[in-house]
Each structure stands twice: as structure tokens, then as C-alpha cells.
């Protein structure tokens, strides 16, 4: 998309594929000071982490040199460059304590970017954490305008903890209250690089709109199928030509309308889109894949024979 509009790109990353052009890692300060050098960097999107099923690969320093020591060479790079703008890809996981994931509470939660206190249950949450927090202080020390920006998933494999239901049914399900497609994803990325006006230190939640409102939260938990009847009358019946099943609760819920209201972003694809979908028997309007492999993980596939973790 940022080529596509006219930018000249040097994409980073540990293994090779169609966007990349010099591999490595951020978590090398020698190799982004010489690229920012070479390659008269001016704006930085960063996009590259651990993420959560790499928790069964990577041990906790790993997670730490990538995402937060990365994060911080890559800002200090940035803030000697002088540059106006850095976009963090963060994520809506790091939101989630165990209480929440665990559905404790009798009403869904509802989760914008006011959501707090923040408390990660995991390694992948928490070196995010601190990467935002790091993104935070060089806007303070170095005026660095910094968006950080937390996305639901927009990822293709299956889920790495839940079957059921399975697949493509998941996804479907998700995009009710924390998924959005990869170019969604993609494009709030660019939206935050290229907005004309300072930003400062932002932070926004970029999911696929939700069709619920906050009054909705305790029938949410209770009777999440009876919710979704009024907002989508034939939702059932669509779902059932699939043998599909529709959320009988839902925990919580993720808001975006900061970045709609804010940056004037419009996201393409949301829960009425996959209904328009299955009416028209069309191909659905987000990627599913079983099989997949980040580049990273194929990589190891193809050196060491097996997937790890």
C-alpha cells in the first residue's frame, strides 16, 4: 500500500519474502543505524514483534530483545533522524488480564483506549506494554509524534488455544467484537503516517466497528444470539446454510471509534460484510488459512524439518 502511494520503502524483516529487502532484525542497533544512514530513513512503521503463539517457540529475553529493545533502536534511530512521525503496530491482547480472558464478570467488557488499569497476563502483552510506554516517553523527550496502534486480529492462521468453533466460523464470529481484515490493519497503518496534522502521543484501538453498543454488555454475557438478532434479523439463518453457530456470549468488546472520529478512518469490512457474503453465496471477505506459517516460522520449517512449539 505506502509503494502503491508513492513512497520508496525499505522493508525490514528476519526472514525473506515479497516485501523485503534487507533481512535482519530490529533488535540489532548496528543494523538500524546503518540503514537509517544508507537508506535516508524519514518515517518508520513498525510492525515487527514476537506475538502471542511465538510464546511456545521463544523464550521471555527473546520477547524482550525483539519488542522492546527493538522498539527502542528503532526510536532512538528515529529521534536522531529528526523524523515527525513513528507508527507502532501494538496490540489489543496486552488489554487483557486474566479475569477477562476468563469471562469473570456478569456484563461484557467494554474496551476503548480510556480501558484501564493495564495488566498483561502474558510476556507477549507485557514487552507491548512497554514498548507503548517507550513510544510515549520519546514523544515527551523528543516531541517524536507517536501512534501507537492496537490492533484485534487480523491474522490467518487458526487460533492458537481455541477449536471450536472452528475456522472460518471463528473469524466470522470475531468480527462482532475483535477482528478486522489485514488490509484494514494495513490501511490504519498508513492513515496514521500520513495524517497532515500533529498527533502527539496517540493511542487507538483498530478493530472492525462494533455493531453493539455499551448498554448491550450484560445481555452480551448473558444472551449474545438474542443481541444479534435485532441488529441482524437473518444472521441465524445464514449461519445454519454454512452449519455455522453464532456466540451464545460475548466478554468484550473492542470500540474504534477514536480512530473513525479522530483520523477520519473508514474501515472496509465488518460483521454486515460477511452476512452480505454468505446471502450472495460470495466468497468470503477475509483470509483463512489452516496451514499457514509466518515467514519466520517457515523458515525454521524448512532449516530444522517440523514446526516448532
Not at 207 to 228: C, H, K, N, W, Y
Request: net charge neutral; with cysteine; hydrophobic share 40%.
Amino acid at each position: 500500500m505506502l509503494r502503491a502511494r508513492g513512497h520508496l520503502v525499505t522493508g525490514l524483516d528476519v526472514a525473506p519474502g515479497a516485501a523485503t529487502d534487507v533481512i535482519g532484525s530490529v533488535a540489532d542497533p548496528v543494523l538500524i543505524d546503518r540503514l537509517f544512514t544508507e537508506r535516508g530513513i524519514e518515517a518508520v512503521v513498525h510492525g515487527g514483534a514476537l506475538h502471542k503463539p511465538d510464546i511456545a517457540r521463544y523464550s521471555n529475553q527473546a520477547f524482550v530483545d525483539v519488542n522492546v529493545s527493538g522498539t527502542l533502536n528503532l526510536l532512538e534511530a528515529a529521534a536522531r533522524a529528526g523524523h515527525r512521525r513513528f507508527v507502532f503496530t501494538s496490540t489489543t491482547s496486552l488489554m487483557i488480564g486474566q479475569a477477562i480472558r476468563d469471562e469473570r464478570g456478569d456484563a461484557a467488557v467494554w474496551l476503548d483506549e480510556e480501558f484501564g488499569p493495564i495488566a498483561p497476563r502474558n510476556i507477549y502483552g507485557a514487552t507491548k506494554h512497554a514498548a507503548e510506554q517507550l513510544c510515549r516517553l520519546f514523544h515527551a523527550d523528543h516531541r517524536l509524534d507517536c501512534v501507537v496502534l492496537r490492533t484485534g486480529r487480523f491474522f490467518p492462521e487458526e487460533d492458537d488455544t481455541h477449536r471450536d468453533p472452528p475456522g472460518e466460523n471463528l473469524k466470522a464470529n470475531e468480527f462482532l467484537n475483535r477482528r478486522l481484515t489485514v488490509e484494514d490493519a494495513a490501511r490504519a497503518h498508513v492513515a496514521a503516517l500520513e495524517w497532515p496534522d500533529t498527533l502527539g502521543f496517540r493511542t487507538y484501538i483498530v478493530s472492525a466497528p462494533t455493531p453493539f453498543r455499551r448498554g448491550d454488555r450484560a445481555e452480551l454475557m448473558g444472551d449474545a444470539r438474542a443481541v444479534i438478532a435485532r441488529r441482524f434479523p437473518d444472521a441465524e439463518a445464514l449461519y445454519a446454510r454454512r452449519g455455522w453457530r453464532l456466540p451464545a456470549r460475548i466478554g468484550r468488546v473492542y470500540d474504534s471509534g477514536r480512530i473513525q472520529r479522530e483520523l477520519n478512518f473508514r474501515f472496509d469490512t465488518g460483521f454486515a460484510d460477511i452476512l452480505a457474503a454468505l446471502r450472495a453465496d460470495a466468497p468470503l471477505p477475509f483470509a483463512h488459512d489452516a496451514r499457514y506459517l509466518s515467514p519466520q516460522e517457515a523458515v525454521r520449517v524448512r532449516r530444522d524439518g517440523a514446526p516448532s512449539g
